[in-house]
């Protein structure tokens, strides 16, 4: 079974040597310095299904033009909705219209499917997990407004079919302890994961569960099996990678939830008599982070657990037979682990030109690729690589969490009601149209009170043209942060994150000290965006917190975010002069 493909990535490797590597240090200098130098580095600009979308690496290029007509051809003809909703999903993800017969048609068929929580999946029992994930991930990255309903019923189905282990797998798993599947673990925490980036809540025992589950399934190597109760089974990077995005997908759902640090002396606690005991009246452990009410994780755990899948896959990528059953799954799980942990390099490997290569090389006459499970699915799964998908999703969350929920309407409703309207979800106005320094002038005119339609003409703008549409205004961005209007000093950071420079750094990061609350939490989500974390620092406040705790959190993100970049920028000299202390901010 395993002999279906003999991959041979290495003949792609410039040496046979895997030098071992820090993962969590390239986190810090490949999240923030390439980003500084092209925030769009990962291959392509533009908008979900618009066909103008870019691929300007010249090989992923190749594989998304050869292979797009070929998918779109046969879209009509696969009556299984699992391969069906990853091959709509991979020509949504590489620039194919949504609103384009084909995939009009399919999305359809996809959503038809699904009129309740009780999901009747068409290739049996097995696989309605597979599937139901499957379609919630295209329904999602489609028009999620459109399919809300359907996707909220699918997120429920999967959490139902979770098993008391926490685990996901075919039918009878649920009467074996320990038993599950960690390939449909990880579509089940996928799709569970776009459902939550679209603010449909998920319990977080659910991620908790199931991020014990994979550590206890985890090989002290490091690697994860298909099924962890099966003896005959070694690990492949292709579960590896699923187990580790499991992990990662875990931990930023569960992070929040998280006490803080007991205060120690050293390795200690200051007294064994002064234990702290957390809000939720959990006693705190000396060697490892408390756990909150309920949870079986902690934090500890879950990061030990992705270092060493990251160590299993630097010292195993690119491994002739470490693949399993067909290297194109294992490399759409391959970019979703490094997209999540925001690695350029595993080990001393360029993971995402060895895969390109390799997909390249192995392209047939029809510009298709072959191995277990099909043509058309295999071909999705590397148009989804090349198409770097997952961070597709996560900059979508992103601007989805960090922009709307703060910008627009900052001053309340706009005073012209007929301007109201439905955007991702939230009620919001019509963008202003024309020149940036216009949305500029009018947001500093003190007399205007209705600032809502500037605020989204700056997103705007932004998403269509990036950071080229804010950069000529920085030297007045930086002057609007000086403004005694919290509103505007909370805008021009919004702003001045997205330009992608370090020189604006000091100044993001003495706004977390400012005495709005509003303004430290959008400083904070700046420096998220900066860094390309998942799970950013804080600080997250409240508006009903106390205000000695709304400091505390304020003085603790600061800290922790100048400790980051510190480290982040070691390697690296800067010519940036600093910029001057916001006026809402504390020494």
């Known amino acids: 079974m395993f002999d279906v493909v003999k991959p041979e990535f290495g003949r792609h490797l410039e040496s046979d040597t895997v030098v071992p590597m820090d993962w969590r240090v390239k986190w810090l200098t490949t999240g923030l310095l390439p980003l500084l130098a092209a925030t769009t580095s990962f291959g392509f600009q533009g908008a979900l299904g618009d066909?103008?979308?870019?691929?300007?690496?010249?090989?992923?290029?190749?594989?998304?033009?050869?292979?797009?007509?070929?998918?779109?051809?046969?879209?009509?003809?696969?009556?299984?909705?699992?391969?069906?909703?990853?091959?709509?999903?991979?020509?949504?993800k590489c620039g194919q219209p949504k609103g384009?017969?084909?995939?009009?048609?399919?999305?359809?068929?996809?959503?038809?499917?699904?009129?309740?929580?009780?999901?009747?999946?068409?290739?049996?029992?097995?696989?309605?997990?597979?599937?139901?994930?499957?379609?919630?991930?295209?329904?999602?990255?489609a028009e999620p407004e459109k399919y809300l309903k359907q996707i909220e019923n699918l997120a429920a189905f999967i959490v139902a079919n979770q098993t008391p282990s926490g685990s996901w797998g075919?039918?009878?798993?649920?009467?074996?302890?320990?038993?599950?599947?960690?390939?449909?673990?990880?579509?089940?925490?996928?799709?569970?994961?776009?459902?939550?980036?679209?603010?449909?809540r998920i319990s977080p025992n659910v991620f908790d569960k199931a991020a014990n589950w994979l550590l206890k399934t985890q090989r002290s190597s490091g690697g994860f099996t298909y099924q962890p109760l099966k003896a005959e089974r070694e690990p492949s990077i292709s579960l590896t990678a699923a187990g580790a995005s499991g992990l990662l997908i875990c931990q930023s759902q569960l992070t929040q939830l998280?006490?803080?640090?007991?205060?120690?002396?050293?390795?200690?606690?200051?007294?064994?008599?002064?234990?702290?005991?957390?809000?939720?009246?959990?006693?705190?452990?000396?060697?490892?982070?408390?756990?909150?009410?309920?949870?079986?994780?902690?934090?500890?755990?879950?990061?030990?657990?992705?270092?060493?899948?990251?160590?299993?896959?630097?010292?195993?990528?690119?491994?002739?037979?470490?693949?399993?059953?067909?290297p194109y799954y294992g490399l759409y799980s391959m970019e979703r682990v490094a997209s999540l942990s925001d690695v350029e390099v595993i080990g001393s490997k360029a993971w995402y030109d060895m895969g390109l290569s390799y997909i390249n090389s192995h392209l047939n006459s029809t510009g298709m690729v072959e191995s277990a499970y099909g043509a058309e699915v295999n071909t999705a799964w590397a148009m989804l690589f090349a198409a770097r998908s997952t961070r597709d999703s996560i900059q979508k969350a992103e601007k989805r969490r960090?922009?709307?929920?703060?910008?627009?309407?900052?001053?309340?409703?706009?005073?012209?009601?007929?301007?109201?309207?439905?955007?991702?979800?939230?009620?919001?106005?019509?963008?202003?149209?024309?020149?940036?320094?216009?949305?500029?002038?009018a947001l500093s005119d003190p007399k205007l009170q209705d600032t809502a339609a500037a605020e989204a003409g700056l997103m705007d703008a932004y998403?269509?043209?990036?950071?080229?549409?804010?950069?000529?205004?920085?030297?007045?961005?930086?002057?609007?942060?000086?403004?005694?209007?919290?509103?505007?000093?909370?805008?021009?950071?919004w702003c001045l994150s997205r330009l992608g420079e370090r020189s604006v750094l000091p100044l993001i990061l003495d706004s977390l000290a400012d005495e709005q609350d509003s303004v430290a939490v959008e400083a904070g989500k700046g420096l998220q965006y900066l860094s390309r974390r998942l799970v950013g620092f804080g600080p997250e406040i409240s508006d009903s917190a106390d205000r000695t705790v709304a400091a505390n959190k304020k003085a603790e993100a600061?800290?922790?975010?100048?400790?980051?970049?510190?480290?982040?920028?070691?390697?690296?000299?800067?010519?940036?002069?600093?910029?001057?202390?916001?006026?809402?901010?504390?020494?």
Do not use: H
């Not at 006490?259 to 050293?266: N, W």
């Not at 709307?404 to 991702?424: E, F, Q, S, T, Y």
């Open 51 to 92: 066909p103008t979308k870019e691929f300007t690496n010249p090989i992923a290029k190749v594989i998304i033009d050869r292979g797009s007509p070929q998918l779109l051809a046969k879209l009509s003809g696969d009556s299984r909705p699992g391969y069906l909703a990853m091959c709509t999903l991979a020509l949504i």
């Open 100 to 141: 384009s017969p084909e995939i009009s048609s399919a999305l359809d068929v996809l959503s038809k499917r699904v009129t309740s929580s009780a999901y009747d999946a068409v290739e049996g029992e097995d696989k309605s997990v597979y599937e139901a994930a499957a379609i919630l991930i295209v329904l999602a990255n």
């Open 170 to 200: 075919y039918a009878g798993f649920a009467a074996t302890p320990g038993a599950g599947d960690t390939s449909m673990t990880q579509f089940a925490l996928l799709g569970l994961w776009e459902a939550t980036n679209l603010e449909i």
């Open 258 to 326: 998280r006490a803080r640090v007991v205060e120690k002396i050293g390795n200690k606690p200051k007294s064994k008599l002064l234990v702290s005991i957390d809000p939720e009246g959990n006693e705190s452990s000396a060697t490892d982070q408390p756990k909150a009410r309920g949870l079986s994780t902690s934090s500890d755990e879950m990061r030990r657990g992705i270092e060493r899948a990251m160590g299993w896959l630097a010292s195993n990528f690119g491994v002739e037979n470490m693949w399993g059953e067909t």
């Open 402 to 441: 960090l922009g709307a929920a703060n910008m627009l309407g900052g001053r309340g409703l706009p005073k012209n009601l007929n301007d109201l309207v439905i955007r991702a979800g939230r009620v919001g106005v019509s963008p202003m149209t024309g020149a940036v320094e216009g949305m500029l002038d």
């Open 463 to 493: 998403s269509r043209q990036g950071a080229a549409a804010l950069r000529p205004f920085k030297d007045r961005l930086i002057r609007l942060v000086r403004s005694p209007d919290p509103q505007l000093r909370l805008i021009s950071i």
């Open 558 to 587: 600061a800290r922790e975010w100048r400790i980051y970049f510190r480290d982040a920028l070691a390697s690296s000299s800067s010519d940036d002069k600093p910029v001057a202390k916001a006026p809402g901010a504390k020494p």
